[in-house]
């Protein structure tokens, strides 16, 4: 394997930060993106076949991309060359294409690996095109940005696209975990840190492996460094209070699969519920500066615009969707902003449970009255049986008449009569209440006709 790169670094030197020490040398040592590099999966297969095709890793800050570029270049026995988008010139690029083009004559490849892909000009990439296109070069790329936007439309077509995720708290944990216990972070060391200081490190991080472990040697330098009195062997202790300085932040009490986690969004969905535009404010930084997922909230505000309010103002589930939209494609820190919107909405909003209160009643009847038979007048006849058999019969199509109201019982026979929705008095909803009340007194006048 000829290799070209900055991937020197991947032996062991104590003078590296703890990120770069502990990288991980190969996909056994890898945490997190089991959807690519699990057992069995694409990706892994490829690097362990040393068959990569041409590619792009996307997704955000610490998750793995240059890692496993690392991995492909231990890996293979191609010739590994990397470029940076800052000190790489068209004519720097051009000038390896063709040596890689010269190589490919005698039947040796060439992996290129561009870190940041998205800071490189159209004219730089452009470069790339004709070798990748011709095979002269398998290339690589990783980035943060969408690469639709970012890469060239023609040098995209010809990568595969990897979307590597956000790390999880629990993979963040397991890393930190890994780097007490490696001679190449802690391992040789007595270091003492309790999975209550891990975990809250583990939530800072929100995500970001190297952040992570840069903030753990930071701490580990901050800690308290003394004596064994047995042996008089260097003990280093790290408390929640060396995370705190090192944070600049509160280590919060918070577990999201414990009691605490339940405590706050009942907290937070509660003090809605009470119209507490503030205390709701407040339960919800509390849960994602403790590291909540925020797609949790979003699902739980978006249940409560329509458990809560409901029609008394239909915007709230619009709102609240949209937050859980954002939520979605942009992610923390940004989309806190969107949560705070949606929460306030909600407080502020006229309060109604009728959705509850009507889909609970309908449940409880739908679970007593099993397999209740739809009324034969309003089931589909799509064949000749069907119709033989009355299905559709007596059906009236309600845009017909004059007054879009069929006169037409939709409930099982033993359900005839029987109300679910009970319309509040707020916002929106007396509006609601009006209409369902003129159509309940048109039945009934057509039913005594």
Known sequence: MSQISIFDTMNNNNSQPLAARMRPRDLDEFVGQQHLV??????????????????????????????????????T??????????????????????????????????IVFVDEIHRFNKAQQDAFLPFVEKGSIILIGATTENPSFEVNGALLSRCKVFV??????????????????????????????????????????????RTALSTLEMMVLNADHSADPADGHEIITVTTEDFEQCTSRKSLLYDKQGEEHYNLISALHKSMR????????????????????????????????????????PRALELSVAAFQACHLIGMPECSVHLTEAVIYNALAPKSNAMEVAYMAAARDANEHIAEPVPLHIRNAPTKLMKELDYGKGYIYAHDTEDKIADMECLPENLRGTEYYHPGDQGFEPRFKERYESIKKWREEHRKK
Not at 177 to 198: T, Y
């Open 77 to 110: 026995d191609a010739q590994f060359i990397t470029f940076s988008a800052v000190t790489s010139g068209i004519k720097d690029i051009k000038t390896v294409m063709q040596q890689a083009d010269k190589m490919t004559s005698v039947g040796a490849r060439t």
């Open 164 to 209: 590597l995720h956000q790390l999880s708290a629990e993979d963040i944990a397991q890393l930190i975990r890994n780097a007490v216990k490696d001679p190449r972070g802690f391992g040789e060391q007595d270091l003492r840190i309790s999975d209550d200081v891990i975990d809250a490190l583990a939530n800072f991080a929100n995500g970001d492996a």
């Open 274 to 313: 009470n119209s507490d535009a503030d205390a709701a404010v407040y339960w919800l930084a509390r849960m994602l500066e403790s590291g909540e997922d925020p797609m949790y909230i979003a699902r739980r505000v978006t249940r409560f615009a329509a458990e809560d309010v409901g029609l008394a103002d």
């Open 38 to 75: 699990g057992e069995g999966k694409v990706l892994r297969n490829l690097i362990e076949r040393d068959s990569v095709s041409s590619m792009i890793f996307w997704g955000p800050p610490g998750v793995g991309k240059t890692t496993l570029a690392q991995i492909i270049a231990a890996r």
